[in-house]
């Protein structure tokens, strides 16, 4: 099946620095890719899609400014998170739609703590 | 508005003894209902997808169902390795996105 790459895994990082975090596409092309944050315990909740070539929608209560999305190409979107806290330590996960029939493939996930 | 509801929350069985994951719906136009697999720490891995009502696929240990309301996964004769998190999500006419359940974790006991 279709492959999606994110990396990395895991990172710990400083509050205050920003950790970018990268979700590829391995062998098909993704117009549509979408960045998840998943608590403990708890159901995917979606952040924002990110459509290549154009600008990032943004769920309800999520800050662009602080989660910035770049999708430059049919294969590739990041996600950097802005001068982290604490409070944004949780799992990340990326999924991109195939543009062919649609589906959607998910990353491994990246699990960020913030000291 | 569009929901997605799991049951159980969580679900311990023996090696061996089949059972059921139910997933309510209620969406306007279903274009496709969706189960994964999440292991721990991991993204969730695509299991199938369901068009309409009556519809059925099977994989290995697993067979997916659905009617105008729910859908049901089937486990049958489970190993210990089946044991996960199965989350199932819904992508309806008014939302072009997936709305997710909580998902069911399995703990399959050798």
């Known amino acids: 099946g279709a492959v999606v790459s994110q990396h990395p895994s895991w990172v710990i990082c400083k509050s205050g620095t920003s950790v970018k975090i990268e979700c590829r596409s391995l062998?098909?092309?993704?117009?549509?890719m979408f960045w998840y944050r998943q608590f403990p315990k708890q159901s995917l909740m979606l952040m924002a899609t990110?459509?290549?070539?154009?600008?990032?929608?943004?769920e309800q209560g999520v800050e662009k400014d602080k989660f910035l999305i770049n999708h430059a190409s049919l294969t590739l979107s990041t996600l950097t998170v802005t001068s982290a806290h604490p409070e944004d330590s949780s799992f990340y996960i990326c999924?991109?739609?195939?543009?062919?029939?649609?589906?959607?493939?998910f990353g491994s996930g990246t699990q960020l703590s913030v000291l | 508005e569009d929901q997605v509801t799991q049951s159980p929350e969580a679900l311990r069985l023996q090696e061996g003894e089949s059972s059921s994951l139910n997933c309510s719906y209620t969406?306007?136009?279903?274009?496709?209902l969706f189960w994964y697999r999440q292991d721990p720490g991991k993204g969730p891995e695509f299991l199938f997808t369901l068009y309409s009502a009556g519809e059925e696929k099977e994989k290995e240990r697993l067979k997916a169902t659905l009617t105008k309301k729910e859908s049901f996964l089937h486990i049958t004769a489970p190993k210990p390795e089946d044991s996960a998190t199965y989350l199932c999500a819904v992508h309806g006419d008014s939302n072009y996105q997936l709305i997710w359940g909580a998902g069911t974790k399995l703990i399959i006991k050798p």
């Open positions: 999924s991109a739609r195939e543009t062919l029939n649609e589906k959607l493939f």
């Open positions: 969406v306007s136009g279903l274009r496709g």
């Open positions: 062998d098909f092309q993704a117009t549509t």
């Open positions: 990110s459509n290549e070539g154009s600008k990032a929608t943004y």
